[in-house]
């Protein structure tokens, strides 16, 4: 073997051996590297579960059932679809005055679809015609949307084959083929349009995370970059308040996600067909509180890692849970009970839920007050903490 290329492979073994010693003397960074991979694989493994009969993470779906008809067998339609719904724990359902008031606990999350049974459902049976239930489903959650609206469906089909059969014995063959087959259908209301679109769950997320995660990023690498080059220093010393500081690199970094979540929405119309039901300016003061919610984070990130790389894998340790457990881009009744409370305590999850609730839903204020309540505490409590370590680590 020559001796040049002898020399040129024990350069290279010292020159990894130099970086994995000051990799392993950044204990920081170390455990961030070591703790991302198990973190990933846990999430993942948690977000897929083995569903069974018994594990099935869509069990127990809480609805509602508002009985317009006051004839019999409307009532009798109603008891039945409860007894069935507890006895294979597929949903508990909740009785409600009006469509309306049903509606508005969609919203808030209570519940996940409405059963109706509208008025003149039992003189249709009683006239031989065939009877319709209503079924709407939670537009804002696509796929958990399809499973209450096929789990509901498949209840009224059982109800609806068993009063055939009935029918049967009882009409023989002299009766409208139709109606002795099905009795009872079953029609979708959507809550707002006239279809259901799974990119705009999606389109809201990925506003919500390109806006904050963007914002995280950013500043958390504009600050780590000026710090190890030194110009920060420069910006320190200089005859201005340090809160300008804090507050214009926050401010360049919102106009920058601002920018992206409306092309993001731009896109998904045009391309994709999402259509915006509700008020552009509830759109931008959630995406606002949801920047300023996690720029706090960034900040007490960035002045706690000691180098740029540090700072930039404590930022995907905190970016890459919040992107799964926040139901951005599964329906978190995936996840046990215990991950949907950690990711309920992430702000992007009310972020996100907040969008979705105003793009999709056409929600007031009113409606989304509790996300927009957890994003303010959040982002006072978490500013509140950041300036002064970020004064205090800029002074070391």
């Avoid at 069974?52 to 339609?77: C, H, K, Q, W």
């Avoid at 949903?91 to 409405?114: H, M, Q, Y």
């Avoid at 068993?162 to 009766?175: A, E, R």
Wanted: net charge neutral; glycine share 8%; no cysteine.
């Amino acid at each position: 073997m020559p001796n040049g290329f002898r020399h040129s492979l024990y350069i290279t073994f010292r020159i990894a051996r130099k970086d994995l010693l000051d990799f392993w003397k950044a204990k920081m960074l170390f455990a961030t590297f070591m703790i991302m991979p198990i973190l990933m694989m846990s999430m993942f493994g948690f977000m897929f579960p083995s569903i069974t009969a018994t594990s099935n993470p869509y069990r127990n779906a809480p609805i509602a059932m508002v009985v317009e008809d006051t004839g019999s067998l409307g009532i009798d339609f109603a008891d039945q679809f409860k007894q069935i719904s507890v006895s294979t724990a597929v949903f508990k359902v909740k009785d409600f005055p009006n469509f309306n008031s049903a509606r508005d606990e969609i919203l808030t999350g209570s519940i996940k679809g409405v059963v109706v049974i509208p008025a003149g459902f039992t003189m249709a049976l009683n006239s031989q015609r065939q009877a319709v239930v209503l079924i709407t489903a939670d537009d804002t959650n696509p796929q958990m949307g399809s499973i209450i609206y096929s789990e509901a469906a498949s209840i009224v089909g059982a109800i609806s084959s068993s009063l055939g059969q009935s029918i049967i014995l009882k009409m023989g063959n002299t009766g409208d083929p139709s109606f002795v087959a099905e009795p009872i259908s079953v029609e979708r209301v959507n809550l707002i349009g006239s279809r259901t679109n799974q990119f705009e769950f999606l389109a809201p997320g990925f506003m919500a995370l390109t806006v904050v995660m963007g914002t995280l990023a950013g500043l958390g690498a504009a600050i780590s970059r000026e710090k190890e080059q030194g110009t920060m220093d420069g910006i320190m010393v200089a005859p201005i308040p340090r809160n300008a500081i804090v507050a214009g690199k926050m401010m360049a970094q919102t106009v920058r996600g601002l920018i992206q979540g409306f092309l993001i929405l731009g896109l998904s119309m045009l391309l994709f067909g999402v259509q915006v039901y509700g008020s552009p300016v509830l759109m931008v003061l959630v995406m606002l509180l949801g920047v300023a919610s996690f720029a706090g984070i960034g900040l007490i990130v960035t002045s706690l890692a000691p180098e740029q790389e540090t700072a930039q894998m404590m930022m995907m340790l905190l970016q890459f849970p919040m992107m799964f457990l926040s139901g951005l881009l599964f329906p978190m009744e995936q996840l046990p009970n215990w991950l949907q409370y950690a990711g309920k305590a992430l702000p992007l999850y009310y972020a996100a839920d907040a969008l979705r609730k105003v793009i999709v839903l056409s929600a007031s204020l009113n409606q989304i007050l509790p996300d927009v309540v957890v994003l303010i505490v959040y982002s006072l409590a978490t500013l509140g903490i950041a300036i002064p370590i970020f004064n205090k680590a800029m002074t070391r």
